[in-house]
């Protein structure tokens, strides 16, 4: 038997691989999961003992062995009994010890067969199961329609199986079935000899056992905004990049490679947490060990937290950074304190997590800091070869308007040549050219290795994973399909709104309710929270998933999305680009100035009774550039259209730092240089005098939206 996978020996012995690793763990025989592979010898004792038949065990004739026994009965003793006795008691204890192993094989085997019986049983129940035809490759939200429930409830009964997915990630066999018998179906594969190809090589590699060396660990730098993370990173990359030159340390890609002791560190130079969860979102992961830096004067802020709670749902590392060590009111016992409260206790607490007092600004503790990464590198061990195929992530795209499509990706395992067709999720291509950090051509990339390339039919997504591939035909029609049935899956996925969440609850496809809370002070948080906590809803379970102070941005709008949640502000509103981004995904945004208003909203929602609503549409954001005293008049503010539009009859509210100062307001006057005028277009200069609102300043932003009823 040559070696096998426990999955294939699972159906081999018309079991469940859950079942088979049972067995196996009773036996001593160390697996992880389905894919693990079994031992020649492994194999042959697993298959003895669920047989009954033991290794190399052959028939023998019940008539010829009892006349053999007799004819030895009659043979005369030729030993001395004297001499003899001594060998007969040491072979009579093996045999003991021989028929004692024997006994325990056989109630071993016993024990297993019955178990085995008992799944051919519900085997047999399981030939009347309804079954569910897919082919090739199922992500969750193609999954979750076959079942007919909502992505949301697959994602959690997966995260319950340990299984962390999101909804347009593939699953394997093993667990698409696994859920399918859970919900009372049995799945009936259908080949799709496309990605059975890719598979095949996947496979074929696993099974050759290609060398496998250890690669550099990836990082990216996570924190609150000012709390030094740009300056951490060019303090590292001055200090330690890879090219001698100075001239080489110019950023073209957002990735770079460090030294530290002849070690290779590579830095994802991301944009915070916002693009980890863009990636996070699509299933992608990327980083090894997420450093979190934490200014030693602010302590703990809102988006410290949510940069834990990203990492923490990626299952990513986390090491500490304490920056800003340099100032007089640096209080790193208080940092350590507060982060021990987000469940990140240092090690001389007790706890696992590395905690290196830093100074960008000095370039003190850094050293330090590196040291500290490749140490937790290496308590990670993290593999590659690079004589496999190559396959990776993309961290970033865009469309140049001289070079096409560009997408920035890390191969994570194999090497990536110049040349070669490659996948890219359901974008297909050839790569023409590759740029590393320094902006130089190389012709080929190894494992974790960040590098620019040229080459694809369209651009990406971030989090898109990629595979080299024999031929362009192969990669193209394995694209086409995928895209096809990803544009499927999404018109059957259907997100959680206010308006229809009663009609979902109706039809059994919402259990949960997933909410990010946002608002302008952490007092106002803490009281919506509570008011929610003590709704106590029958139909649907209330989850917060995220809460923070300010301004509603891509990052929330991003976390709402990967987790079908609906966003709340209370007194805060969402920026442009969030705003956009809502749009685009369809993300519910809620946003109140009274707390019993939002509480009310929800409950109504649930129980089917919300009304008539009007609905707020906005027109345009001005930005306030100079204030004009007016004594007779008031303040005038000397303005710029940013986008859309403002009207005379605009409704308006005043955002400072992104909190409402001033709401529901009207415009008393609208001016385009002496003459006044109905309306002023993007990237025009206005003057606006406001309704009983004089106190404005520049840099304010003035919002202009109209209300239009909506029927629900």
């Avoid at 905004?225 to 990359?237: E, N, P």
Wanted: charged residues 30%.
């Amino acid at each position: 038997m040559s070696k096998v996978r426990v999955y294939q020996l699972a159906k081999e012995l018309g079991t469940t691989s859950k079942k088979l690793i049972e067995v196996m763990e009773n036996m001593d025989i160390a697996v992880n999961n389905h894919m693990s592979t079994l031992t020649d010898e492994e194999a042959k004792k697993v298959m003895s003992i669920l047989t009954g038949k033991s290794e190399g065990e052959k028939p023998v004739d019940d008539k010829k062995a009892s006349g053999k026994k007799g004819s030895e009965k009659q043979k005369p003793e030729s030993r001395a009994p004297e001499t003899d006795t001594g060998k007969k008691k040491e072979k009579a204890g093996v045999k003991d010890k021989a028929k004692a192993g024997d006994q325990e094989q056989k109630s071993m085997g016993r024990k297993a067969r019955k178990m085995i019986q008992e799944e051919k049983r519900a085997a047999m129940l399981k030939a009347q199961k309804p079954k569910l035809k897919l082919e090739g490759q199922v992500t969750v939200a193609e999954l979750a329609s076959h079942l007919d429930i909502a992505p949301s409830q697959l994602i959690t009964e997966l995260m319950e199986m340990g299984v962390m997915a999101n909804i347009n990630q593939p699953l394997t066999p093993e667990t698409v079935e696994l859920v399918a018998e859970e919900h009372g179906y049995e799945v009936d594969y259908m080949e799709d000899e496309l990605e059975e190809e890719l598979l095949a090589v996947r496979e074929g590699e696993e099974d050759a056992h290609l060398e496998e060396s250890s690669r550099k660990p990836v990082v990216t730098v996570l924190g609150h905004v000012d709390h030094g993370k740009t300056m951490l990173l060019d303090a590292i990359r001055s200090a330690n990049v890879i090219s001698g030159e100075v001239g080489g340390i110019t950023q073209h890609i957002g990735a770079y490679q460090v030294n530290v002791n002849d070690k290779k560190i590579v830095f994802l130079d991301t944009p915070g947490h916002e693009a980890f969860t863009a990636m996070r979102a699509r299933g992608a992961q990327v980083t090894d060990i997420a450093i979190l830096v934490v200014a030693a004067d602010d302590g703990v802020m809102p988006q410290t937290v949510e940069a834990i709670n990203h990492a923490k749902a990626a299952g990513v590392p986390i090491m500490v950074a304490i920056n800003k060590m340099d100032k007089p009111e640096a209080s790193p016992d208080r940092v350590k304190q507060q982060l021990a409260e987000h469940e990140l206790v240092p090690e001389e607490w007790g706890g696992d997590t590395i905690m290196v007092p830093v100074s960008a600004i000095k370039g003190e503790g850094l050293e330090e800091l590196l040291e500290m990464v490749t140490l937790l590198a290496e308590v990670c061990e993290l593999k590659a070869s690079p004589d496999r195929v190559a396959r990776g992530t993309v961290i970033e795209a865009n469309l140049d308007k001289g070079r096409g499509p560009v997408a920035t990706i890390l191969v994570q395992d194999g090497t990536l040549h110049v040349g070669e067709p490659i996948i890219c999720g359901s974008i297909a291509g050839k790569i023409r050219a590759m740029f590393n950090e320094h902006g130089e051509k190389v012709k080929s990339a190894g494992p974790a290795t960040p590098v620019e390339i040229l080459g694809l039919n369209d651009v990406p997504m971030a989090g898109d994973g990629f595979q080299a591939v024999n031929s362009e035909r192969v990669a193209r029609d394995v694209a086409d399909k995928r895209a096809e049935k990803i544009k499927e899956a999404s018109r059957k996925v259907q997100r959680v709104t206010l308006e229809d969440l009663f009609k979902q609850i109706q039809e059994g496809e919402v259990r949960e309710l997933n909410l990010i809370l946002k608002a302008d002070v952490q007092g106002s948080v803490e009281a919506l929270k509570d008011a929610l906590a003590k709704l106590s809803l029958d139909e649907v379970q209330i989850k917060i998933i995220h809460t923070g102070v300010g301004a509603i941005n891509e990052s929330d709008i991003m976390l709402a999305s990967a987790s079908n949640a609906i966003v709340i502000g209370f007194n805060v509103r969402p920026d442009s680009n969030a705003r956009k981004l809502s749009e685009k995904n369809q993300v519910d945004i809620r946003l109140y100035r009274i707390i019993y208003e939002a509480i009310e909203d929800i409950q109504n929602a649930v129980k089917g009774m919300l009304k008539p609503e009007m609905k707020e549409v906005i027109q345009g954001q001005v930005e306030v550039r100079q204030v004009f005293k007016a004594s007779k008049l008031g303040n005038i503010a000397g303005s710029h259209v940013l986008e859309g539009k403002v009207t005379r009859n605009s409704m308006v509210r005043v955002i400072r730092d992104g909190t409402v100062v001033h709401d529901s307001g009207s415009i008393a006057s609208l001016k385009r240089y002496k003459d006044d005028v109905r309306e002023v277009s993007s990237g025009y200069e206005c003057g606006i005098l406001l309704e009983n609102f004089n106190d404005l300043q520049e840099g304010d932003i003035i919002e202009a939206y109209v209300m239009e009823q909506v029927a629900r």
